[in-house]
């Protein structure tokens, strides 16, 4: 153990709470960083949000929506290098390296609404569950159980299509389906964090249920929730790319899976890069939140935590 | 140190006349849960009908092995758990334990609606299980707790200054500066300081972990804490860094101590009265001179023998036989008698002993198709055939049973495949004061076992 | 207890069963290197018990670990020293002793188990909750035993009888072992793998050794289950038993019963015996010898008599005087004051100089080496140091604040 009783001299520089605090970040960061898998995910995070951010810069937005590909009837399937179409066009004309850029702007979109709310809803019902218990943790659970049960793409493609074909739908559908993880991920370590005796001690100050809640139990149990997350930024737009794949998006929305749909016939006669660059961001976008996810579950274990 | 509130309640006021902690009959059972319905299917008998109180100022030691109970009844002791029967009352004076006693001495049914509402009036104002309000607040801030597990019980996510600050904040007693100020303050009583306020609980080594779990406990200025195993995880030097602070802080604060261990030793040095706990139950209560000098229990007697001094010139360890029976299943009579070196007929012999030592044995038992049981003292072991009945009849009559068992045993008959086993029924051994407030539950000692001393 | 009848004049004369010489196990840490064991050295005597002794993070299980090689690498190095370890035919024939830390993965494979044996702390942990005590205590008879039990068998064991023996089967000559003509050898060799696991069941005193084999662990006691390892570790009748700390997770009437227990084995088997543990009265209870750990050395080593009767270091006499008895007074116990130091590539001093009542100035500057109290006793401290001057000499007369 470190020996922070012995230098017990007059001059001891005493950092204040947030320089301790910031220091934590700093030294989790640090470690997180560490490992150079995690940081090849990071860099290519920051360089699709870049795009995000750049979109506008980089493609002149289409009016009114620019959200709705551009077309230019003029050069269809153009190959890469066509000049004013780098990565060529569509068989409708649409420019491929617009689709990638602003494709990003709809992914992310995608995600953070998806993830925001089942993130929300899930901690909200998965807690319920745990920390009350009882009854009340039978019925949030058997519920959970059942829709567990059935496939999520399945499940989300049922809601999607009743709903009709729109990008609002999926991910009103995904919102449904994806929350359920993070109620069982949550409940689990609630269940587990309320057996640790820093609760007890709570308890035994009488303080009230809802702090020792917001104090002791949920900032303990989160970080399995953060790390799920990250990984769904990505597991997400890999499962909404497949719902537009299979034509639940409006056509000509300017979404990854709509845009290697539409390429797809081409493929056989050789017209390649209609499908090929959105895939590639697809993949890369999911392989970038992965990399990151696993190297956060590798540092932020509870058990290693802090040892 | 802080401002004194009414809740803290008449500490300063003449404590001869109430105790502490009074407990009466105090039970926890566990219910054992089965199947997809979670039917009840037994219980486990944790704590089962303890008695005792502890005085202001005195640390009452309580010490028995893992599994006996005692870290429950901390638990329930702390108002972390309600026991299922019995009660627990919290600042009871000696005239309402006294008025207790004489109306639990008449029984239920011929009860007076006087004295009915007299329990009544007793339980809503001590008993910790009903108390509320500002009754309840003066129990929760004059009861704390010290846990065993110094890593466990301090949140890894908060700093130190949170930690032993929080029963301030909740109790609005400091705020700010003056929050900042009064932790300092704990923290060097606990010999810890002001470097150490802004520090997560990983940092430090076990023993400062534990100071700062008994800052915390400290910081309402309580009147009694349980101190639950409070060095078990802690090296010898360390330890006895701990117990010598423990000891002080008692002496400049006049603070009460339930001292929980499985460690003689350290019970010895921190208690002025012991109480051993076997299965659930008291099996000796004394003052530390009594139970070390003069042990009335065998079991007591064993825990000594078994127990390493270093400082003794010549020392033979001993152990006992066998294990800890199942709690959910407690031994008749004596619960210790599976065990007892000295057990005697009386002691509570029942099927499920002789069914234990026949199961020492490869193959007596190996065509036993059924057991009927009519009670724990009489039963009849089915077997597939009358060698086997016949091998099993013969094994109890001349094997080396235990002698007692041999003698308890009221009805050996073997009837074709059927071998018939009764037993004396006995009652359950109860703890008696054999003199001088010293109380034991051995038949050897006590007026219930007159007559098999004979 | 044990025979503590040796003299010092027949301890000297025993064969050594293992030598340990300047053992550096290091750990690679982010804040630099941790020297858990940092130049230890002692050895093991044929037939005797030593005590290993020492409180938590002091390295004793790391030293005891190493004679097995279970220290994990990385982030443990073996960074230096021997251990050399003769067996029983070494020691009939006089032969060369072998380097525990030198010899193949392969050799150390076929001394785990069988020439030198380790029960652990917590027997919860040490045994695989899915598998049966059968299959568990079977294993080690299948690795170091198929031989002898493949020649009681007789010549005429089929080939693939004998490659089950070894457990080099495959799945399809697993499925072949249960039909004739060969289900009759399989069963013969399971049946004398298995007498053979309720003989050394007996031997630690279990009742009813047939069912305790077709328990599962979760079925068994805290107390049962270190039996089923102690029979386990002694199964193979090894040289060397390392015990470390086998009684600390149980109650202390059991702990009586097992201590007794390795105690009376030890004493048939004729097995040496190294006994990890933090408890220096159960030490004092068992054990031959004793050296006493702090901070990665070795501070003091002696016979029981010596190092309970006439504790030289100061952190033995700290220890001793620690541990609550009968005789102390409420509230004064002698606690030694601090924490234990750092050990991330320490300065060369006395590692107990930060808690210390007499350390002096050349205790913070210079490793101690170690000095001879009498032909078994040796410590390792200054102030037992004559040759130096006394200015500068530590002193037990002379306590520094």
């Not at chain 1, 995000?52 to 002149?60: G, I, K, S």
């Not at chain 3, 309720?198 to 599962?216: F, G, H, V, W």
């Amino acid at each position: 153990m470190v020996d922070v009783l012995a230098p017990e001299t007059a001059t001891v520089r005493v950092d204040g709470p947030w320089t301790v605090r910031l220091r934590r970040l700093a030294d989790v960061s640090k470690q997180v960083l560490s490992n150079p898998t995690t940081l090849v995910g990071l860099v290519i995070i920051i360089a699709l949000l870049s795009l995000t951010v750049l979109a506008p810069v980089l493609t002149e937005p289409n009016f009114p929506n620019p959200y709705q590909m551009p077309r230019d009837w003029g050069v269809r399937d153009a190959p890469p290098g066509t000049p004013g179409h780098i990565l060529g066009t569509t068989s409708t004309g649409g420019d491929v390296f617009y689709g990638v850029v602003w494709g990003a702007r709809t992914s992310l979109r995608l995600s953070l609404i998806v993830v925001g709310v089942t993130v929300t809803v899930g901690t909200i019902v998965g807690s319920l569950a745990g920390f009350i218990g009882g009854k009340l943790d039978e019925i949030l659970m058997r519920t959970v159980d059942v829709l567990l049960a059935i496939p999520e793409l399945i499940f989300a493609l049922a809601i999607a299509a009743v709903l009709g074909p729109s990008f609002g739908n999926i991910i009103f559908a995904l919102s449904v389906v994806f929350w359920v993880k993070y109620a069982r991920i949550i409940r689990g370590q609630i269940i587990h964090v309320k057996q640790n005796e820093y609760v007890d001690a709570a308890r035994i100050t009488g303080d009230s249920k809802l702090n020792i809640y917001r104090r002791d139990v949920l900032p303990n149990s989160v970080t399995p929730v953060m790390v799920q997350a990250t990984l769904d930024m990505g597991g997400i737009v890999l499962t909404a790319a497949t719902l537009s794949f299979i034509g639940l998006a409006e056509a000509g929305l300017v979404e990854w899976g709509v845009l290697v749909s539409d390429g797809q016939a081409g493929i056989s006669a050789g017209k390649w890069w209609a499908s090929t660059f959105p895939g590639l961001m697809v993949f890369l976008w999911a392989l970038a939140f992965n990399l990151v996810g696993d190297g956060m579950r590798d540092v932020l274990d509870p058990r290693t935590e802090g040892r | 140190m802080t401002t004194v509130s009414t809740e803290r309640g008449t500490r300063q006021q003449s404590t001869d006349d109430r105790a502490v902690i009074t407990l009466r009959g105090v039970e926890k059972y566990f219910p054992i849960k089965e199947g997809a319905l979670q039917r009840v299917v037994g219980q486990v008998r944790a704590v089962d009908g303890v008695s005792f109180e502890v005085r202001p100022g005195e640390t009452m030691g309580l010490v028995g092995e893992s599994g006996c109970g005692k870290t429950t009844l901390g638990r329930c002791i702390s108002g972390l758990t309600p026991p299922t029967g019995g009660k627990i009352y919290f600042r009871l004076p000696d005239a309402a334990a006294a008025r207790l006693d004489e109306i639990d001495a008449v029984p239920e049914n011929e009860r007076t609606q006087e004295q009915r509402k007299e329990v009544a009036r007793i339980d809503a104002e001590h008993g910790i299980t009903q108390l509320s309000g500002v009754g309840w607040r003066t129990y929760r801030r004059n009861c704390q707790v010290v846990f065993q597990d110094s890593f466990s019980s301090l949140n890894p996510r908060q700093l130190v200054k949170d930690i032993v600050g929080r029963p301030l904040r909740v109790y609005r007693e400091a705020s700010g500066q003056e929050l900042t100020e009064n932790v300092v303050s704990l923290l060097e009583s606990v010999g810890l300081g002001r470097q150490h306020l802004y520090r997560y609980p990983h940092q430090f080594s076990g023993g400062q972990r534990q100071r700062i779990s008994i800052a915390r406990a400290l910081a309402l200025d309580p009147e009694f804490i349980v101190l639950d195993e409070p060095t078990s995880a802690l090296d010898v030097s360390v330890q006895a860094q701990i117990l010598n602070l423990l000891h002080e802080l008692q002496s400049e604060r006049g603070l009460t101590y339930l001292f929980i261990s499985h460690d003689l030793g350290v019970v010895r040095l921190m208690s002025d009265r012991i109480a051993v706990m076997y299965l659930g139950k008291i099996a000796e209560h004394g003052t530390a001179h009594e139970l070390f000098e003069d042990p009335r229990h065998p079991y007591t007697e064993a825990l000594l023998a078994a127990n390493p001094d270093i400082s003794a010139e010549v020392s033979e360890m001993k152990g006992l036989s066998g294990t800890v029976p199942d709690p959910a299943n407690p031994p008749e009579g004596c619960r210790f008698h599976t065990r007892c070196p000295v057990a005697t007929p009386a002691c509570g012999w029942e099927v499920d002993d002789a069914v234990a030592w026949l199961q020492t044995n490869e193959t007596l038992l190996a065509g036993l198709l059924d057991v009927e049981r009519r009670s724990n003292f009489d039963a009849t072991l089915v077997f597939s055939d009358a060698a086997a009945a016949g091998a099993v009849d013969d094994a109890i009559q001349n094997g080396n049973v235990p002698a007692p068992m041999k003698t308890a045993l009221a009805d050996l008959s073997t009837d074709e495949t059927k071998v018939h086993i009764r037993f004396t029924a006995v009652e359950p051994v109860e703890l008696e004061d054999i003199g001088g407030g010293h109380l034991t539950a051995c038949l050897l000692h006590t007026s219930q076992g007159r007559g098999i001393r004979e | 207890m044990t025979v503590r009848a040796q003299t010092s004049q027949q301890q000297a004369t025993t064969p050594l069963v293992a030598s340990v010489r300047d053992l550096r196990v290091h750990f690679e840490a982010k804040a630099g290197r941790v020297q858990a064991v940092d130049g230890v050295s002692f050895e093991i005597r044929d037939g005797e018990t030593l005590g290993l002794v020492g409180e938590t993070g002091c390295g004793k299980s790391v030293t005891a670990r190493s004679f097995i090689r279970l220290v994990p690498t990385p982030p443990g190095i073996y960074a230096g020293g021997e251990i050399d370890f003769w067996s029983t035919e070494a020691r009939r024939t006089g032969g060369d002793p072998v380097d525990l830390l030198e010899i193949p993965h392969d050799d150390m494979l076929a001394i785990r188990g069988d020439r030198i044996a380790m029960i652990f702390q917590d027997p919860g942990k040490a045994l695989n909750p899915a598998l049966s005590i059968r299959s568990q205590m079977a294993e080690v008879f299948y690795q170091h035993r198929s031989e002898e039990i493949l020649m009681a068998m007789g010549p005429d064991v089929p080939r693939i009888v004998r490659r089950a023996a070894r457990q080099r089967t495959t799945g399809l000559e697993r499925i072949l072992l249960k039909v004739p003509p060969w289900r009759a050898k399989a069963a013969e060799l399971r049946r004398r793998v298995d007498d053979l696991v309720s003989q050394a069941l007996t031997e630690t005193q279990i009742a009813n050794p047939r069912k305790i084999m077709d328990s599962y662990p979760h079925e068994l006691s805290g107390g049962m289950k270190q039996r089923v390892l102690i029979a386990q570790a002694l199964a193979c009748n090894p040289d060397l038993l390392i015990a470390d700390e086998p009684t600390t997770a149980l109650d202390v009437t059991i702990q009586a019963r097992i201590l007794e227990l390795i105690a009376e084995l030890q004493e048939r088997l004729e097995t040496s015996v190294l006994y990890i543990s933090h408890d220096l009265s159960l030490v004092k209870e068992i054990c031959n010898r004793v050296a006493v750990m702090y901070a990665g050395r070795i501070v003091e080593t002696g016979t029981t008599e010596e190092i309970f009767s006439n504790p030289a270091h100061p952190y033995t006499r700290g220890l001793m005087a620690a541990v609550p008895s009968a005789t102390h007074q409420r509230g004064k116990l002698a606690a030694i004051e601090g924490t234990v130091p750092e050990l991330i590539d320490p300065p060369p001093s006395c590692r107990f100089n930060t808690r210390c009542p007499y350390a002096v100035d050349i205790c913070r500057t210079t490793d101690p080496t170690d000095v001879d109290l009498g032909e078994t006793h040796r410590v390792a401290c200054f102030i037992y140091e004559t040759s130096l001057d006394s200015a500068v000499r530590p002193s037990r007369e002379r306590k520094t604040s």
